[in-house]
């Protein structure tokens, strides 16, 4: 089955700076990548996706690379702000039929004001 | 919120004792799902189902069982056979084809 990997599990910043969050994949035949923020006690919310026939998404602050041949995608976040601290987690599935996501362990983003 | 309503918030069980999980969505979405989540574990899958009066095992079924007779409820139960079924419960669901999953707010279960 698929196996995702993310790193750092946690990460420190400075508001104003660029945080960034990577994460490789096993199965090369996934084509379904979202990323999910969780603040503490509650429930993830998708804040971006990207599918494998676009190498990059962006939405305002947050933009997602991908390389499939590497098999990894990156979480991207400019000019952090101190509400940006949580819990991000990147999944990956195949999405075709009806299929599941495979999540990585999760990276801990801490912004100092 | 967003749909999807797990009850209860919070839940206190005995060892031995089988417990169940409540999960509603009224998203009209055919596919739902069960995740635990861990501390520095991520999200892991116990069964999912992709239409009424069908369900398969995720990564960690043992010790848990779910029904899916509505296609809004896909209620858990977590039984006496789990061996470390303190976690926090995660329920999703999504229209299909593993299209951006939505999820509950969860339920935090205490088995002591």
């Known amino acids: 089955g698929e196996n995702v990997e993310q790193h750092p599990s946690t990460l420190s910043v400075q508001e104003g700076d660029s945080a960034v969050i990577k994460c490789t994949y096993s199965?090369?035949?996934?084509?379904?990548f979202p990323w999910y923020k969780q603040e503490l006690g509650k429930r993830p919310q998708l804040i971006i996706d990207i599918r494998s026939n676009v190498g990059e998404k962006k939405d305002q602050r947050i933009a997602v690379t991908l390389n499939k041949t590497a098999k990894h995608f990156s979480l991207h976040i400019t000019e952090t702000q101190p509400e940006d601290s949580a819990v991000y987690f990147c999944a990956a599935a195949l999405n075709s039929g009806y299929s599941t996501l495979t999540f990585g362990k999760g990276t801990m983003l801490l912004v100092s004001p | 919120d967003g749909g999807i309503t797990q009850s209860p918030k919070y839940l206190f069980r005995k060892e031995g004792q089988n417990v169940t999980l409540s999960c509603e969505q009224n998203l009209n979405h055919d596919a739902m799902y069960w995740y635990r989540q861990d501390p520095g574990q991520g999200l892991r899958l116990i069964y999912y189902s992709q239409i009424v009066n069908d369900f398969q095992k995720g990564d960690i079924a043992e010790g848990y069982s779910v029904s899916r007779e509505k296609k809004e409820s896909f209620p858990l139960t977590v039984t006496s056979a789990q061996k470390n079924p303190t976690a926090f419960y995660l329920c999703?669901?999504?229209?299909?084809?593993?299209?951006?999953?939505?999820f509950g707010n969860g339920t935090r279960l205490t088995v002591t």
């Open positions: 999703a669901s999504s229209i299909g084809q593993g299209e951006k999953p939505h």
């Open positions: 199965d090369s035949a996934s084509n379904y």
